[in-house]
């Protein structure tokens, strides 16, 4: 059974660093991997996908890296805006849905 | 080109009653997923759906929940004889092909008084 793992559950850090987020995963039989940002009371947009043959992909000051292999995903976010809070989840897809995480709550001040 | 779209926004029901949610996917998916999200948790996957057809329901619980993605029309997501525990943000999403880019709704947030 796929279990998706985020750390850290939070994460409070002023505006213009650079930080990074974790994922990993039980099952490295994946499609592809998603990060995905939630902010309160809203639903998901969709940041980054990237399929099981790549090992990156870059979207702006986004960056979100996979190691199938080693069953874990890295999503680095440069120069961190007070914008960027929200919470951010991860989810593969190794059968025909995708299995969240519990995500990474980051909260960006100024 | 709209995205996902779901309603209502909020949906509150006394305990007995009979929840009624719906999710029209982007233009030209045809691949509806519904997902639940309790307070402080993670979303879990209830039910996959293609145009009339129940792909996967391994998520949904085989009690008083049922889902369905008619020819025409949207997708209905129903809650019979509500509990209180059935409280929760209800996301949809859809696609284009299996394994894809999923597209999510707004959710519909139902309470159970």
């Known amino acids: 059974k796929q279990e998706v793992t985020q750390i850290p559950a939070a994460l409070s850090v002023p505006e213009g660093e650079n930080l990074v987020l974790n994922c990993s995963f039980t099952d490295s039989a994946i499609y592809n991997l998603q990060w995905f940002r939630q902010d309160p009371g809203k639903g998901l947009t969709s940041l980054l996908l990237?399929?099981?043959?790549?090992r990156e992909q870059t979207s702006g000051r986004l960056n979100a890296s996979l190691d199938k292999s080693s069953g874990r995903s890295t999503l680095y976010i440069a120069a961190s805006q007070p914008g960027d809070s929200a919470t951010y989840l991860c989810?593969?897809?190794?059968?025909?849905?995708?299995?969240f995480g519990t995500g990474t709550r980051l909260q960006v001040f100024p | 080109n709209a995205g996902v779209m779901q309603n209502p926004r909020h949906l509150v029901r006394r305990r007995g009653q009979e929840a009624r949610l719906r999710c029209s996917p982007m233009?030209?998916?045809?691949?509806v997923y519904w997902y639940r999200q309790l307070p402080e948790e993670g979303l879990k996957f209830m039910v996959y759906?293609?145009?009339?057809?129940?792909?996967?329901e391994s998520g949904m619980p085989k009690e008083r929940f049922s889902a369905e993605f008619p020819k025409e029309g949207p997708s209905i997501l129903r809650i019979q004889q509500v509990v209180r525990g059935d409280s929760a943000a209800y996301f949809c999403?859809?696609?284009?092909?299996?394994?894809?880019?999923?597209?999510f709704g707004s959710g519909t947030q139902l309470s159970v008084l």
């Open positions: 759906l293609q145009k009339e057809n129940i792909i996967d």
């Open positions: 233009k030209g998916h045809s691949h």
């Open positions: 990237i399929q099981s043959s790549q």
């Open positions: 989810a593969v897809s190794n059968t025909d849905k995708l299995i």
């Open positions: 999403a859809s696609s284009d092909r299996t394994n894809e880019k999923l597209f």
